[in-house]
């Protein structure tokens, strides 16, 4: 598992640029992910990698195709201090774990970490620290359980 | 007591909700993956989607750029066939989707509106509580006709007195931003008063909503008034009743503002809190931009014609004018504007969010400069990522046309 880390306000248009929406598909969106900013990413990102950022990830576009883009490629989560509030939404109802938090100073790349969404702790076993995160509000949870909004209305039908 | 915010969604700021939505509306970009959702809940008969509250337009990568929109865009005008979608905008009769819902009457005080496109925060200039959301959510609101809220905490925006000469609702909007940051309304309700905002034309005040998601803001909302009554009487869509804060509501934060201290205000790039007079810039320009759902209407284009009326563009840049909607082109044509943008040099299109978004009609190439009336100045926003878009007013854009560097308009008076 690898950490991917970004900056503050990064906004959809970086995650995913305009030109490549032209397709919905989340495998097709994670070959673009980050083209702009940072090509090496769509090649070198795996299953289970971790995306670090700062204030307002997410900002700009309502484009659920960041998300997307990002789930595409197996991101297992999103740790961040703040989410901007459609991408925040988009990911609970797709499926795509978030956790905010203030670690932003504390993980770096190349740190080994470990997640416990139930307990709502993140170990990083490099540095040899825990930080505590406050889990998603009950309903929030029950969607991201469900796999996400379709999921969850399918189930309630 | 209650923000409009609280009234609109019915509950208390922070409270979980479920409402019922007015109107749900999809572009060609959030339409097709919204439709495909849909069709994975596999509702019997198919005919359940809520039709009457679903809006489709056509307008980010129309008429179509290449061959993989053009298949996008079949496939939405396909899927609002197969639902029978009487609420369908192509080409040619819509224009940019929010000008659209407000010029068709679907936007108006105290309806509760969804988009699957982050400037749906644009309809609270009329007193609605409209936000953004993703094509998942615009699917699930299409199959029950309602949706989750977390109901936001509201931030109160007060800006008093007078604007100087070309200020515009932009200035207001690029000024507040400028202060608290792209980040300054994350999860919140924005509203806002003053004498400034009253004396405010709608054009101007829906600017200043259209922006308030760029400070992360859910909605931006402006207590309806007899401008909004006007514009509405003979062409709003059935019944509807405006919604008010009590004199007494909590607001998390109030900010308050001169009018007379704002000036024609850029937003350099790469961020929309990036802010500066535009008198203090000396940025030489590649390309002038006049339209999008930020400042495309026929106010805008009025204020831009005005200004370059007998006066050229200047050699080294290239004007492009797009008109928010056919009804603001046609507009536009009626009062003489596109001639003199013409007669300028400037090039006009018909409607199409187009280069805002980077994706066709005025796309940058490396190291170019574009000032632009729209909404974003991010990284690669209008095309290469070593390009830069500086945001303004029409009639900063107008006056930089003409002397190829951002100008602050009032230079060019003698």
Not at chain 2, 16 to 40: H, K, L, Q, R, S
Not at chain 2, 176 to 197: H, M, N, R, W
Request: hydrophobic share 40%; proline share 4%; with cysteine.
């Amino acid at each position: 598992m690898r950490i991917w880390k970004f900056g503050h306000n990064v906004d959809t248009d970086q995650i995913i640029p305009a030109e490549y929406l032209i397709t919905g598909d989340a495998k097709k969106l994670a070959t673009h992910a980050f083209a702009k900013v940072r090509p090496e990413y769509s090649r070198e990102v795996k299953e289970g990698d971790v995306i670090v950022a700062g204030e307002n990830f997410g900002c700009g576009s309502s484009r659920e195709h960041a998300p997307r883009a990002l789930l595409g490629a197996g991101i297992s989560c999103v740790i961040a201090k703040s989410f901007a509030r459609i991408f925040f939404r988009s990911s609970i109802n797709i499926g795509l774990h978030l956790i905010e938090a203030d670690v932003f100073d504390r993980i770096e790349e190349g740190d080994e970490i470990e997640i416990s969404f139930e307990a709502g702790v993140i170990k990083n076993n490099t540095k040899k620290e825990e930080y505590k995160f406050k889990p998603l509000p009950e309903f929030m949870r029950k969607l991201l359980e469900s796999g996400g909004l379709i999921n969850y209305i399918k189930k309630q039908k | 007591m209650p923000t409009i915010a609280e009234k609109i969604l019915c509950g208390k700021a922070g409270e979980i909700v479920e409402c019922e939505i007015d109107y749900i509306m999809v572009n060609d970009v959030t339409g097709v993956p919204a439709f495909e959702v849909f069709e994975e809940l596999e509702l019997e008969p198919a005919g359940e989607l809520k039709r009457e509250k679903v809006v489709v337009i056509q307008d980010h990568y129309v008429p179509n750029k290449d061959v993989d929109s053009a298949e996008q865009a079949k496939a939405l005008r396909d899927y609002a066939r197969r639902y029978g979608i009487g609420n369908y905008y192509e080409i040619g009769k819509g224009g940019v989707c929010h000008q659209v819902m407000i010029e068709e009457g679907f936007a108006a005080p105290g309806r509760l509106i969804i988009g699957a496109d982050s400037h749906t925060c644009s309809y609270g200039a009329l007193g609605a509580f409209s936000t953004g959301v993703g094509s998942t959510e615009a699917a699930a609101a299409m199959a029950t006709g309602r949706l989750w809220f977390k109901v936001p905490e509201t931030q109160k925006f007060v800006i008093n007195g007078e604007l100087k000469r070309y200020v515009m609702g932009k200035d207001i909007v690029l000024h507040i931003i400028g202060d608290i940051g792209v980040s300054g309304s994350l999860y919140k309700s924005q509203e806002f008063y003053g004498t400034a905002i009253e004396d405010l034309s709608l054009p101007d005040r829906i600017t200043i909503s259209n922006m308030a998601v760029e400070a992360g803001a859910k909605a931006g909302i402006i207590p309806p008034d007899d401008k909004v009554f006007d514009f509405l009487r003979d062409m709003v869509r059935g019944e509807y009743k405006a919604v008010y804060a009590d004199t007494e509501s909590e607001y998390e934060e109030v900010f308050e503002y001169d009018a007379s201290e704002i000036v024609p205000t850029v937003a350099k790039p790469f961020s929309p809190e990036n802010t500066v007079p535009a008198s203090e810039l000396d940025v030489i320009i590649d390309q002038a931009y006049l339209g999008s759902c930020t400042n495309g209407r026929i106010a805008d284009l009025r204020v831009a014609a005005e200004i370059l009326k007998g006066k050229s563009v200047n050699r080294e840049v290239r004007m492009i004018v797009v008109p928010a909607s056919e009804k603001v082109f046609e507009q536009a044509i009626e009062e003489g504007l596109i001639k003199i943008f013409l007669d300028a040099g400037a090039f006009v299109s018909g409607p199409t969010c187009g280069a805002c978004l980077g994706g066709h009609m005025g796309v940058l190439a490396k190291g170019e400069r574009c000032v632009s009336t729209t909404n974003r100045n991010f990284i690669g926003r209008m095309g290469h990522k070593d390009s830069e878009v500086y945001l303004a007013n029409p009639a900063v854009v107008a006056a930089s046309a003409i002397k190829g560097r951002i100008t602050d308009p009032s230079e060019l008076e003698p």
